[in-house]
């Protein structure tokens, strides 16, 4: 097995110092057990809820959730509250194939903030066509959908989709459109949990770029971001994270009641206000968490993120760290938090 590297800073609780000390603590526990039991008087601390913590995520969402009233006919435009604008041609929803007609119900989501990346559990992961897995930095996600007496309508025509505003030196000539993957992943719609793979919008086998286009607002100039879908669903802005230089594993070591089952891990990159990476694999061996492709970049600086729900309450920690050569995070401990200081404490990460 492979010798990791370990930061000896916080390794309070962590599975590492378990594992060392099993044999060691075992004799003791059969000792206090004998002398210290009372009938009826045993605490049980209250234990991670991944149920409760998914069901926040998914409610998150749905709270997220903007509907506008269009007519079919006529089509139109929609502006969600952070800017996005998205435009439909007239006769574009349809059912089974046939266009609609009176008024349909459209819904839009659009996240352009880290805090909701994580607390929507839309991470900026996506995958390459030979299944590789790398982070991505995303100028927004949005999920588009349109339904009509509780039927989901199909989107016949191409649609435009217009980010808010961008300041010109934020702007970002590489950013491409990526879809919510289909296969091997949970979910579809709005609670689709796949990775984001490059998108062919047009059908004509090429990834689809972003157009950037000028425009002046009262407080001076600035540019958007457009793309069209043919399809509903969830897509995104984004460009692959590059960096040149030495790449490694890592490995995030959490407190012994936690796994994958029961919390969330994710890396942030500092300096990218929109790249934010799940830790989605989990190592039965090590038991601990790390991720598909051992890309991370040696000297790159980043937080390590952590959250959990614990008897009906949100836990956190946040941990700062530069990546070397086979790193090994130890998280000691977690903290409870309420979300709106959580999302602040994310947001206002370097």
Same mark, same amino acid.
């Given at each position: ?33 004998? %002398? ?22 998914? !409610? ?17 435009? *929609? ?36 805090? %909701?990346?994580?607390?929507? !559990? ?15 930095? @995303?100028?927004?996600?949005?999920? =588009?959908?349109?339904?009509? $007496?509780?039927? $989901? ?30 296969? $091997?992943?949970?979910? $579809?719609? =709005? ?37 069209? *879908?043919?399809?509903?669903?969830? &897509? ?37 206000? &929109? ?28 937080? *390590? ?16 760290? &530069? ?7 130890? *998280?000691?401990?977690? @903290? ?15």
């Amino acid at each position: 097995m492979k010798t990791q590297k370990q930061n000896f800073t916080n390794l309070n609780n962590s599975k590492v110092v378990s594992s060392i000390l099993k044999n060691v603590v075992g004799l003791s526990i059969l000792v206090l057990f004998a %002398s210290c039991i009372k009938d009826n008087d045993e605490v049980v601390e209250p234990q991670p809820d991944g149920e409760a913590l998914a069901t926040r995520f998914e !409610d998150n969402r749905a709270d997220a959730v903007q509907e506008f009233i269009v007519d079919a006919e006529d089509g139109g435009v *929609i502006t969600g509250t952070q800017g996005t604008e998205v435009t439909f041609q007239p006769n574009s929803f349809g059912l089974n194939g046939v266009p609609v007609t009176g008024n349909v119900t459209v819904k839009l989501i659009e996240i352009y903030d880290k805090a %909701s990346m994580l607390l929507k !559990d839309k991470s900026t992961l996506g995958k390459r066509a030979n299944g590789d897995k790398e982070a991505l930095k @995303s100028a927004g996600e949005f999920y =588009i959908d349109a339904e009509q $007496d509780a039927n $989901d309508l199909e989107l016949l025509e191409m649609a435009s989709v217009q980010s808010r505003p961008v300041d010109f030196a934020d702007l970002d000539g590489g950013m491409q459109i990526f879809r919510g993957g289909d296969d $091997d992943c949970d979910g $579809d719609g =709005i609670d689709n949990d796949c990775d984001w793979v490059e998108a062919d919008e047009d059908g004509n086998g090429e990834t689809d770029d972003a157009q950037i286009r000028d425009g002046q607002g009262a407080d001076g100039e600035f540019a958007t971001y457009n793309y069209d *879908i043919g399809d509903f669903g969830w &897509t995104n802005l984004d460009r692959w994270y590059s960096f040149a230089g030495p790449k490694t594993e890592i490995f995030i070591d959490v407190p012994a009641e936690f796994n994958q089952d029961n919390c969330a891990v994710y890396l942030s990159y500092d300096g990218e206000p &929109t790249a934010l990476a799940r830790m989605d694999t989990w190592n039965t061996t090590l038991e601990m968490f790390t991720e598909h492709y051992g890309l991370i970049p040696v000297g790159l600086e980043v937080h *390590i993120i952590m959250v959990a729900e614990i008897d009906g309450q949100l836990n956190y920690a946040i941990q700062g760290t &530069t990546i070397v050569e086979d790193h090994v995070e130890v *998280i000691p401990s977690l @903290s409870p938090i309420t979300q709106p200081a959580l999302e602040a404490l994310i947001n206002d990460l370097p």
